[in-house]
């Protein structure tokens, strides 16, 4: 097997098992990130409705909202067993997320692609700790802070886990794994990271994008294994 000449062995096209278990990891945290989505919509209870609502009434888009508008929604809707619940079921997708990741990756951009990932999962502690803090009863002196890094935190998450998972391509294709759906997967996790800057693009869009090649890699493993 080939090494990097940091000594850290490479993934190669005959780590059956390996190649594997990343591949369903990747698969696993779209699926994670659908369940927390769903359990998100039905526990809010209005929340949504609500928060929509305000965005209308002041003409603009939800992602537009200020603090000082959502303060109030937050305080009616918010509860600490949702909030607890919810933040246990994205850390635990994006944990899954970034052991993927580090089982399909070696060596420095390996690292690197691992570190991109663990960006994700502070993305969302502060975007958890942000919306706890307007659902207090003194909220005023988090509304700064809310304004300035909520959406900036979402648009992170969403670019680092881009991020990670271009690296994790460039290693794939180096081992001859995915190397035509690598192609338009990370021209397309290029194109996430220019609109979710640009725009803002939802963060399930990496861990969509990811368990797309992690279906690739899980049948090369089964190939490899039937070999």
């Not at 090649?213 to 493993?221: F, Y």
Request: glycine fraction near 10%.
């Amino acid at each position: 097997m080939s090494t990097t000449s940091t000594g850290s062995p490479a993934l190669t096209i005959t780590d059956g098992r390996q190649l594997s278990r990343a591949g369903r990891l990747l698969i696993g945290s779209f699926i994670g990130f659908v369940v927390f989505v769903a359990t998100m919509i039905a526990t809010t209870n209005g929340y949504d409705a609500a928060l929509s609502a305000a965005a209308e009434q002041r003409g603009v888009s939800l992602n537009d909202l200020p603090a000082e508008a959502v303060a109030p929604i937050n305080h009616e809707y918010n509860q600490i067993w949702q909030g607890v619940l919810l933040l246990v079921l994205v850390m635990l997708t994006l944990g899954i997320y970034i052991a993927g990741v580090r089982l399909a990756t070696y060596g420095v951009l390996g690292r690197a692609s691992v570190f991109a990932g663990a960006v994700m999962p502070l993305c969302w502690l502060a975007v958890f700790a942000l919306d706890y803090a307007l659902g207090t009863d003194n909220p005023d002196g988090w509304f700064g802070a809310y304004d300035a890094v909520y959406n900036r935190a979402i648009t992170l998450s969403t670019v680092a886990g881009s991020l990670a998972l271009l690296g994790m391509l460039v290693l794939l294709r180096r081992a001859g794994v995915a190397r035509r759906t690598g192609v338009v997967v990370a021209a397309l996790a290029v194109l996430t990271v220019v609109t979710a800057v640009a725009f803002g693009a939802p963060p399930v869009v990496p861990l969509l994008l990811a368990a797309i090649v992690g279906i690739v890699m899980v049948r090369t493993a089964r190939s490899v294994t039937a070999g």
